[in-house]
């Protein structure tokens, strides 16, 4: 008999001895926050190159500011959704063994998940660009007239996350690399898949006979160029629907 796309990643799930998840911005469009791309994506109203590079950030700190007080913005009403939590609870169960994340939104572990690798950094933190300091910003009210914030030593704060042009720190790149070595199973939720380092993990894992699943409402780059099981459709959808039916076996 021949077995539905659903029903083949079902089975590859169960089978599985290590799985994680890779997801990006679509994961938190049910939390209300835009993706980057897309009719309806943030780089549509700000010029990546401009807001959110590092030269750009050097050129004029206080423009790229005003773009980050739009994402801190979004944060405030956000909470975690149905495939946040699911991926929490199944890291519990032990069916999930972490997380990769290109978002800098904390959702994923304030659902309760807590292996998860941050690979473009978070908006939980700020840090100095001249002494290197880190400071929490959570209860920080960052105030438009007085763009950017300082730290102490007098150089200006950033947030603690990749902007073009910046390198992933080699820490959070490594652990990325040995947790798509390990795996057996990759959930990829979400992300277009077009951003390094993301677009270069299904080659890696393919090479070591990994199986792709990829949780999204249309085909990307991913899906054209990896042999990959393809759930069309919304994450909070696909994923309720798949912890249901783990439910009911
Ligand atoms: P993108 O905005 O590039 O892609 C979002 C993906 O989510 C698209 O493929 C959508 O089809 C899909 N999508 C939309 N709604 C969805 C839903 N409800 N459920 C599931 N999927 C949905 O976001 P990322 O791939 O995360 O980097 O972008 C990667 C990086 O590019 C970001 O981390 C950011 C950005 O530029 C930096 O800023 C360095």
């Not at 994340?101 to 908006?123: F, K, M, P, R």
Request: aromatic share 8%; with cysteine.
């Amino acid at each position: 008999m021949q077995l539905s796309v659903f029903d083949h990643a079902i089975q590859l799930i169960r089978d599985s001895r290590h799985m994680i998840a890779v997801t990006g911005a679509g994961i938190s469009v049910d939390s209300g926050i835009p993706a980057f791309r897309g009719d309806t994506g943030l780089w549509n109203t700000y010029d990546p190159s401009v807001y959110a590079s590092i030269e750009g950030f050097r050129e004029n700190p206080r423009r790229s500011w005003e773009f980050f007080l739009e994402l801190y913005d979004q944060l405030i009403d956000a909470r975690p959704n149905a495939a946040h939590t699911i991926l929490a609870e199944w890291e519990q169960k032990g069916l999930l063994q972490g997380i990769i994340t290109q978002n800098i939104d904390d959702l994923h572990q304030q659902a309760g998940s807590h292996h998860v690798i941050e690979v473009h950094g978070s908006l939980r933190n700020l840090i100095c660009t001249t002494c290197g300091q880190i400071i929490h910003s959570r209860g920080m009210i960052f105030d438009s007239v007085d763009l950017p914030p300082m730290c102490r030593c007098g150089g200006i704060l950033k947030p603690e996350a990749v902007l073009f042009g910046e390198s992933i720190p080699s820490t959070w790149y490594f652990a990325c690399l040995e947790a798509i070595r390990k795996a057996d199973t990759i959930l990829f939720i979400g992300t277009s898949g077009i951003v390094h380092p993301v677009n270069e993990f299904p080659e890696i894992a393919l090479r070591h006979g990994c199986r792709l699943i990829e949780i999204n409402p249309d085909a990307t780059v991913l899906t054209r160029l990896y042999d990959m099981i393809h759930l069309q459709g919304f994450a909070n959808d696909v994923l309720t629907r798949l912890a249901e039916a783990f439910n009911e076996q």
